[in-house]
């Protein structure tokens, strides 16, 4: 009923306001700009209610790198996402966990033996989804349900969005400076990707790893 009533309200904001029209680069710029020397806070808000709403996070982060540049864009856009998936944490884990643990992880020793071993190695696994993931909304959902402390959760995604943030900043301010499509295989694209496709290739294995033999210790 929480997670309904959520998704409606989501879509009234999304209607009402039309967050389409006011995603646009434009008005973004000019919305900022209103604020002067706020406005980098007031960005850092809009970030936290993207991720909140589950909007296109990474296309606001984005937006960022190109208004602030790329390293202070790096850094709002961070710390609005970190902040905003905090938010949903919490919120869910007040509402939402008591349901799951006693109506899902009670009746079944497989999400029992899974609560367990995230308990004891909650934030490389944190770290781990974080980093292959991102900023996926059920990530924070999924997370929250189960019995990972905050603070193994804060610490984990503090450090696990930050290849995903860097990449989407330099991504954005690498596209904008193209010229044609050609530039595609230039080596200030194929480096950042190649680095992007190891770090997910080696998150994921290691994730694979770390839940596998997790799960049989819980078991024994």
Same mark, same amino acid.
């Given at each position: 009923m929480?997670? #309904? /009533? %959520?998704?409606? !309200?989501? $879509?009234?904001l999304y209607r009402q306001f039309d967050f389409r029209r006011l995603m646009g680069m434009e008005e973004i710029r000019l919305w900022v700009?209103? @604020?002067g020397p706020l406005g980098p806070l007031a960005f850092i808000f809009v970030c936290i209610i993207a991720v909140i709403l589950h909007l296109p996070e990474i296309i606001m982060i984005a937006i960022g790198a190109l208004l602030f540049g790329g390293i202070e864009g790096f850094f709002y856009g961070w710390a609005g996402a970190l902040i905003g998936s905090t938010c949903t944490f919490l919120f869910v884990r007040y509402f939402l966990q008591d349901v799951f643990q006693n109506s899902?992880?009670?009746? @079944?020793?497989?999400?029992r033996n899974m609560d367990g071993f995230l308990t004891e190695k909650g934030f490389q696994t944190v770290l781990i +989804?974080?980093?292959?993931? @991102?900023? $996926?909304?059920?990530l924070n959902w999924a997370i929250a349900v189960t019995r990972v402390t905050f603070p193994r959760y804060f610490a984990g995604s503090l450090l696990g969005i930050?290849?995903? =943030?860097?990449?989407?900043?330099?991504?954005? *301010?690498?596209? =904008?400076?193209? *010229?044609? +499509?050609?530039? #595609? #295989?230039? =080596? *200030? @694209? $194929? %480096?950042?990707? /190649?680095?992007? #496709? !190891? +770090? %997910?290739?080696?998150?994921?294995?290691s994730g694979w790893w770390l839940f596998k033999n997790g799960a049989k210790e819980q078991e024994n």
């Open positions: 929480v997670g #309904l /009533f %959520i998704i409606a !309200i989501t $879509a009234f700009g209103m @604020f899902v992880a009670h009746r @079944f020793s497989y999400f +989804l974080r980093i292959a993931l @991102f900023m $996926a909304p059920p930050i290849p995903g =943030v860097a990449i989407t900043c330099y991504a954005a *301010e690498s596209i =904008v400076q193209m *010229e044609s +499509l050609s530039d #595609l #295989l230039s =080596v *200030e @694209f $194929a %480096i950042p990707a /190649f680095l992007f #496709l !190891i +770090l %997910i290739s080696v998150s994921g294995l």
